[in-house]
């Protein structure tokens, strides 16, 4: 799978082996009230992302101006559920080719593919019988600020290796 990360695409060969993560981030407190009850105050809540690959080319990520939000286009999927085959899912998502939303449905403890249809950031997933919950795998697009690359070379076995982190803004 090929990530994007403003605008340019990483190649297949610079990620043979990749690794995506996904960190809520978020400024939330737990507060106690005089009785002792719990209140959760949560002022926002983003994603941080740590993206990470090994390949025999470099990932071609030194251009990039740092300085700036940066689209990052995910490779790595995301997922919602629910008992209701009607899932609200990011308006900020992949639509690409090979990068659309896929529905499943949890039939006694396994997933099944399902068929799906956007009706703008509602995914109707089509009803499947004994189908106890359904899930909806999307694939994220978030602006982020991030710094430049670590990357490693070794050269003695043609390998090259990169990370970066990306905060979404």
């Known amino acids: 799978m090929n990530f994007q990360l403003g605008g340019l695409t990483i190649p297949i060969q610079a990620g043979l082996e990749f690794s995506q993560t996904y960190e809520p981030i978020g400024g939330s407190v737990l507060q106690r009230m005089q009785s002792g009850r719990a209140i959760k105050q949560t002022h926002y809540r983003k994603l ?14 030194d251009g990039l101006d740092y300085s700036q939000a940066l689209l990052l286009k995910c490779a790595a999927p995301r997922s919602l559920s629910s008992e209701s085959n009607k899932i609200v899912i990011p308006s900020l998502r992949r639509t690409d080719e090979r990068f659309e939303p896929k529905g499943y449905a949890l039939v006694r403890g396994h997933l099944i593919e399902t068929g799906l249809e956007m009706q703008e950031d509602v995914a109707i997933l089509e009803p499947v019988r004994f189908a106890l919950s359904y899930q909806v795998y999307y694939y994220p697009e978030i602006f982020v600020f991030a710094d430049a690359p670590q990357v490693q070379n070794n050269m003695t076995g043609v390998e090259f290796s990169w990370s970066l982190i990306g905060e979404e803004i």
């Open 48 to 61: 941080r992302t740590s993206l990470s690959g090994q390949g025999w080319v470099p990932a071609g990520l």
